[in-house]
T-cell receptor, first 116, second 111 residues
Framework: DAMVIQNPRYQVTQFGKPVTLSCSQT?????MYWYQQKSSQAPKLLFH???????NEADTPDNFQSRRPNTSFCFLDIRSPGLGDAAMYLC???????????????FGSGTRLTVV | TQLLEQSPQFLSIQEGENLTVYCNSS?????LQWYRQEPGEGPVLLVT?????EVKKLKRLTFQFGDARKDSSLHITAAQPGDTGLYLC???????????FGKGTKLSVKP
């Protein structure tokens, strides 16, 4: 089945130790997103790739970076995780064409990050 | 900034009861979507509503988009424990039309 896969499902990292979360998709969608979701809060968009173009949200901290080496993979790098970065990180994809309206997202199962 | 307000925040009911949850905004949205998220999982798209006044049905779930396209509701008939989850509404509204989410309604259906 075509899907969005996130690895790992659970990640424990030490305060200040760089960590990378991965997302892969078999949907051949051209847009990939990273959301941060804290407990009892709405998912918050960190950044997205429209094809190869990286789009950062204005309030995303510099501590968060992303890479998309090809259509299928996207990575979220947290350079120096703090306690406040503990959250569920959701990857999503969509197929979008400029000026052709809006389509739904397909989400992965998420990676729950714990910072100790 | 476009915001989506969902109510109630929490809802706990018995199996077989009916319920309605709401998604409201002061802004007009070109479309709204409803997602259901189970604990430890990512959101799953339930429906997209596009036309003001539109009503869509998905088995026991009925979705309505307000005439002015500023609000939406989700009605569940004869709720079952399998309906338990976080119900999120979302609409295009970010800097490039990306999805913004409401905080969700956390539904618990007890057997």
């Amino acid at each position: 089945d075509a899907m969005v896969i996130q690895n790992p499902r659970y990640q424990v990292t030490q305060f200040g130790k760089p960590v990378t979360l991965s997302c892969s998709q078999t949907l051949n969608h051209n847009v990939m997103y990273w959301y941060q979701q804290k407990s009892s809060q709405a998912p918050k968009l960190l950044f997205h790739y429209y094809d190869k173009d990286f789009n950062n949200e204005a309030d995303t901290p510099d501590n968060f970076q992303s890479r998309r080496p090809n259509t299928s993979f996207c990575f979220l790098d947290i350079r120096s995780p703090g306690l406040g970065d503990a959250a569920m990180y959701l990857c999503a994809t969509s197929r979008a064409a400029r000026g052709q309206g809006y389509r739904g997202y397909t989400f992965g199962s998420g990676t729950r990050l714990t910072v100790v | 900034t476009q915001l989506l307000e969902q109510s109630p925040q929490f809802l706990s009911i018995q199996e077989g009861e009916n319920l309605t949850v709401y998604c409201n905004s002061s802004s007009v949205f070109s479309s709204l979507q409803w997602y259901r998220q189970e604990p430890g999982e990512g959101p799953v798209l339930l429906v997209t509503v596009v036309t003001g006044g539109e009503v869509k049905k998905l088995k026991r779930l009925t979705f309505q988009f307000g005439d002015a396209r500023k609000d939406s509701s989700l009605h569940i008939t004869a709720a079952q424990p399998g309906d338990t989850g976080l119900y999120l509404c979302a609409g295009p509204g970010g800097s490039q039309g990306n999805l913004i989410f409401g905080k969700g309604t956390k539904l618990s259906v007890k057997p």
